[in-house]
């Protein structure tokens, strides 16, 4: 059977995530859904990552194995005509080799978290950006992330459903920018790891807002990641402002690097 790699791309908001489940709406089970449109029998699809309810993507992948050998142009057009009117975009499609797996073959995941500071309520950006009122110190905050970049144990920035096997993950880069939006500034945090736990950079960004704000100090970082308790975390930020940007593979499907 053929394998198509799929760089997806999607508005979160209406999704239980991106996990099939029974009776709920789920990204997976959207994709599967307009697959089974063009061939009976489609097999379950794989993604790079699970992103929880309300999460959104930019370059989620995923793979499929279609009995046909479709042009994948005509595959990627097609999708896009049965997921209507979803909000998700099958933005590409690539022909892979049959061992290639859109999770396995990942060398690194990328995520974007947007946050705006302002006191007016967002509208435009209404669900696709966390808003907090007070004003933030963008240096107290990247004191604070340097304390995470490199392998250690995330036990305090995981959630306790989480069920990886190990809390010990190496996080490569967590970099923060910050640009002037109408009567505010957004702030744009990178994240940069092979693979990330559930929650984690919620957690993360939860615990840096607390620093931006002045109620953390930047150190205050180091004794909650040193604790290894959930409990010493900072406030799990919401889903709105998160996106899946980017996977990165040895040989990248689409070209992208």
Known sequence: MPRYALLVEYDGRPFVGWQRQVDQLSVQGAIEAALARLEADVPTIAAAGRTDAGVHATGQVAHCDMARDWNP??????????????????????????????????????????????????????????????????????????????????????????????PVKTLDEISITEVACRHGREFRFFLRARSFLHNQVRSIVGTLERVGAGAWAPEDVKTALEARDRAACGPVCPADGLYLSHVRYREPPFGDG
């Open 73 to 166: 142009f005509r595959l990627s057009e097609a999708l896009n005509y049965h997921l209507k009117p979803q909000p998700v975009a099958i933005l590409a499609a690539k022909r892979v080799a049959d061992d290639w797996h859109a999770r396995f073959s990942a060398l690194e995941r990328q995520y974007v978290f947007r946050l705006i500071s302002r006191r007016a309520p967002l509208t435009h950006d209404a669900g696709f950006a966390w808003q907090v009122k007070n004003r933030l110190d963008p240096d107290a905050m990247r004191e604070g992330a340097r304390y995470l970049i490199g392998h250690h144990d995330f036990t305090t920035f995981r959630a306790t459903i989480c069920q990886a096997a190990s």
